[in-house]
């Protein structure tokens, strides 16, 4: 059974940075690619970014030129690094991951495990 577990969420003000993290266990993390997504109250589900098992990258747009995901294969985590941040950033995120299957990656429902999601909170 594959587990997520994500940490680095937190309270920042517009502008700061916040470092993602997710830890995944059992499966072989390296088949597998691992998306971003989040939810704010009252919205609807957002692709953040992916990383495929290969290392390719993908952003949708809420990471365009503020975000970058990255992948330690060693460490089994991926890594979200979010600058700039702004009060519309303000949602739970959360990581999933699929593999080795095809998918596509800002799809959330082509993804099979889910983490719980960690908290991001952007104030003025």
């Known amino acids: 059974q594959v587990q997520l577990v994500e940490s680095g969420g937190g309270s920042v003000q517009a502008g700061d940075s916040l470092r993602l993290s997710c830890v995944v266990s059992?499966?072989?993390?390296?088949?597998?690619?691992v998306g971003w997504f989040r939810q704010a109250p009252g919205k609807e589900r957002e692709f953040v970014a992916a990383?495929?098992?290969?290392?390719?990258?993908t952003y949708g747009n809420p990471a365009k030129d503020r975000f970058t995901i990255s992948r330690d294969n060693g460490k089994n985590t991926v890594f979200l690094q979010m600058n700039s941040l702004k009060l519309e950033d303000t949602a739970m995120y959360s990581c999933?991951?699929?593999?080795?299957?095809?998918?596509?990656?800002?799809?959330?429902?082509?993804?099979?495990?889910w983490g719980q999601g960690t908290q991001v909170t952007v104030s003025s």
């Open positions: 059992g499966g072989t993390f390296s088949s597998y690619s």
């Open positions: 990383i495929t098992w290969i290392g390719g990258p």
């Open positions: 999933a991951a699929q593999g080795p299957h095809t998918l596509v990656v800002h799809v959330a429902d082509d993804y099979e495990y």
